[in-house]
């Protein structure tokens, strides 16, 4: 079974940087693509950014590109997402997601999910 567990959340100004972590087991990894989503009060769960675990390509939504960097620990099976310059409509709750494929970045390419962090931008 495929566990994700996020951490590294909580209350930041604007300009401050959080770094968000997710722990990942169960699935064997060295194939598959992994992402960031976030989803704020009221609108649609939406992609950030997402890493192709072999070569570690990366995408990013337009709205955090330059700002927003993710990444990957392969001995620890650890998912990272930087996010400097964190502006409020950048509130949300976040989750990791495992895929099945070796790249994706529609929600529905990811078929596990974790409980999701919350990241609050005040102003």
């Known amino acids: 079974q495929v566990q994700l567990v996020e951490s590294g959340g909580g209350l930041v100004q604007a300009g401050g940087s959080l770094r968000l972590s997710c722990a990942a087991s169960?699935?064997?990894?060295?194939?598959?693509?992994m992402g960031w989503f976030r989803q704020a009060p009221g609108k649609e769960r939406q992609f950030v950014a997402a890493?192709?675990?072999?070569?570690?390509?990366?995408y990013y939504a337009d709205s955090v590109k330059g700002r927003f960097t993710v990444s990957r620990d392969k001995a620890k099976n650890t998912l990272y997402l930087q996010m400097n310059t964190l502006k409020p409509d950048d509130t949300a709750v976040y989750y990791c997601?495992?895929?099945?494929?070796?790249?994706?970045?529609?929600?529905?390419?990811?078929?596990?999910w974790g409980q999701g962090t919350q990241v609050t931008v005040s102003s």
């Open positions: 997601a495992s895929s099945p494929l070796p790249v994706g970045v529609g929600i529905h390419e990811y078929d596990y």
């Open positions: 169960g699935r064997t990894f060295s194939r598959y693509a």
């Open positions: 890493i192709s675990w072999i070569g570690g390509t990366t």
